[in-house]
């Protein structure tokens, strides 16, 4: 009965470097979500993505952050061309449909040097 | 963008006592308010939520309160135990849209013995 897995669970970069984030979904779950947190901040919502679709990227930067939702495997989280206000920490959610709860993962916490 | 107003930001209590977490909202249309608790180096976990059709929700030792008028709503933790020490998120979302949490910034709650 796993949870929503995240990996890598700490991830340093260069400024300039890619970084890209995993997460697997709850078994059963199809809808996605990706939320920053800033130091001392609340989480941000980004994008929520079904299978194949971006269904809301309203909380995206527009340059240099794309998220997928592949058919197969786990939906990612690119960031190119990293940059020190970069880090933070990145988190996942996943629910059975929009309107239900959403359940996160433990995160990745992404270093930019 | 929408903000939910979270206080206080640090919260010391001792073990026994009541801890209480306000939040203030300023759109209307918000009609889910969860609230999650989280450990360090941990994802968010969903602890109660409620819907303004009622003013008040209790499960065990936590307790929501909500002020439709004064748009206020906040978490009771009755008989606080050190294992309740964990950073405490309120958070909303509104309608069509309420796959997108909108986070206050998080109180971090210190139970002593």
């Known amino acids: 009965n796993a949870g929503v897995m995240q990996n890598p669970r700490h991830l340093v970069r260069r400024r300039g470097q890619e970084a890209r984030l995993r997460c697997s979904p709850m078994?059963?779950?199809?809808?996605v979500y990706w939320y920053r947190q800033l130091p001392e901040e609340g989480l941000k919502f980004m994008v929520y993505l079904q299978k194949e679709n971006i269904i809301d990227e309203s909380g995206m930067p527009k340059e240099r952050f794309s998220a997928e939702f592949p058919k197969e495997g786990p939906s990612i989280l690119r960031i190119q061309q990293v940059v020190r206000g970069d880090s933070a920490a990145y988190f996942c959610?996943?629910?059975?449909?929009?309107?239900?709860?959403?359940?996160f993962g433990p995160g990745t916490r992404l270093l930019v040097l | 963008q929408q903000q939910v107003k979270q206080s206080p930001q640090s919260l010391i209590v001792q073990k026994g006592g009541i801890s209480i977490i306000n939040c203030a909202y300023e759109?209307?249309?918000?009609?889910?308010f969860p609230w999650y608790q989280q450990f360090p180096g941990k994802g968010p976990a969903l602890l109660i939520a409620?819907?303004?059709?009622?003013s008040e929700k209790k499960e065990g030792r936590f307790t929501i309160s909500f002020n439709k008028s004064a748009k206020q709503f906040s978490l009771h933790i009755m008989d606080s135990q050190p294992g309740d020490s964990a950073t405490y998120f309120c958070?909303?979302?509104?309608?069509?849209?309420?796959?997108?949490?909108?986070f206050g910034k998080g109180t971090k709650l210190s139970v002593i013995p």
């Open positions: 409620i819907r303004p059709d009622v």
């Open positions: 078994k059963g779950h199809s809808h």
């Open positions: 959610a996943s629910s059975r449909a929009p309107v239900e709860t959403q359940y």
């Open positions: 958070a909303a979302s509104a309608g069509a849209g309420s796959y997108q949490l909108t």
């Open positions: 759109n209307t249309a918000f009609d889910y």
